[in-house]
């Protein structure tokens, strides 16, 4: 452990305790030293309340994860990096593209890492799929990411909030990929997006996209599927069909399943923070959430039912 | 005129006829040789319906100018970047940001001219007062942006559409003055966007951003005035007022007018353009339709009433 780089994990949520505790413990990179959060705690670390005083009082401690909803991260990030600390950021990375393209020029300026995550990107389909379709024709893509968000969100009332993107929190992840896989721009051309009546962000949406070479691209968003879930994205191309499933983690081309295994996203993630650390580099690609903005920019619409989660 | 460069027209509307045409026949560096639209005619050029079939039949002429709705700029800009013209775009460069970042680098890859022009910033006092701030120290900014659709946009149906962005139209005027006045990421927090029961895009807009030194900037955007028009933009610094008025062509200082004149911002442009291309270079400044995509990603929607124009 004497190696180790001390971390402060920030935001002591469902996602740090899911997923950043475990992978972080799991790994060979990082130890959790301190925890900053208004009511979580990490055990066997020492424990702040405020950003600030963490700050302040910890200057050996030159790493921040932070797992905060997205609203107050430009003002932490912003403050860690004046603090010289690297940084890494849950997805989504800010709540506008304005938030987030600063902190990139901050960052630089300070010459420190940031890092923004897509923890998707690091599903084990993914970077196998990219690789097959480097060389391949792609003739259409279709992504379907339907799920219930009374299993997945329970109680985030946030992400019915302004800034909390509705249904494209979970759309991002598949916008995450699909950027990661296709080169170029993809360019939405029409949205429609479904707002419950007592609510202020969409539980639904469908989009129309499409590649720079002009291959249609379609997404299909629902956050009121129960029974089975489904997170798949579906490439066809010149030599046939590629199809990532279940957020990327199983691949099939052909209908011939290629990579399957033990999820290790959020390894992967502190694996390639390390790795960006120690080469002074940033990683900080937006194009995720560059989609989601033109997708309310020219969206259409539409009020549907009453919704309880 | 013999050492002029020979340019084709595009889109003969309202703007073509009354900045475009008057302002290169007034300038020294280009001449209108074709025209390109489904139903208007430049009058002592030769005139074309199909935008293919001009770049096809006129090599020669090196020089396009996209006056059409931004709906279809993007498959023209891509077609006459591919065929090897130099491009310039009115205002709003495309529908969405994802269009407008794939041009700019089909057009540096194709090493042609791509000039995402922003008219408001040619105004006479936007550069007198971008280099008064430039030492200044800015304590907040206020935008009022209040116009009478029915006088300026007569029969214009795309800017309620999907994609026409509403009283953004005319509000992305003053946020392209606003950032090129004031350095640094402009960052919306919070937006609120009125969208008649009839229309699908907003008539009014309230947004309030932040400078990255944390300066407050409002805007208000209306498109409901009736009797006087106001194009105002206030900057409270440490050294005092600044305001620029009717849309930036008037200039106060603590009061006190610098500037004015009669306007040339088309002029502006036009020899900016033929500065771009003899230096081989291009201009794509996305903020000011970034500020509206980041508008719409987290504005709050009020349904307002009904409205005829």
Known sequence: MADRIPLALVGIGKIARDQHIPSIAGGNDFVVAAGVSRHGKVEGAENFTDFDAFLAARPDIKVVSLCTPPEVRFDMAK?????????????P?????????ALSEIAAKAGVTLFATWHSRFALGVEPAKQWLSDKVIQSISIVWKEDVRRWHPGQAWIWEPGGFGVFDPGI???????EIVPGHIMVQKSTLEFPENKKQPIAASIAMRTVEGAPVTAEFDWRQEGPQTWDITVQTN????????GGSELYIGGKEQASGPDREYAGIYERFAKLIRSRQSDTDYQPLRIVADSFLCGERKVVAHFED
Chains 1, 2 share one sequence.
Do not use: C
Request: hydrophobic share 45%; net charge negative; glycine share 8%.
């Open 79 to 91: 403050a860690a990096i004046a603090a010289g600390r690297h940084v890494l950021m849950e997805k």
């Open 173 to 179: 992840n598949a916008l995450s990929i699909l950027t």
């Open 93 to 101: 990375p800010a709540t506008t593209l304005g938030e987030a393209e």
């Open 239 to 246: 030599e046939g069909e590629l199809r990532l499933s279940k």
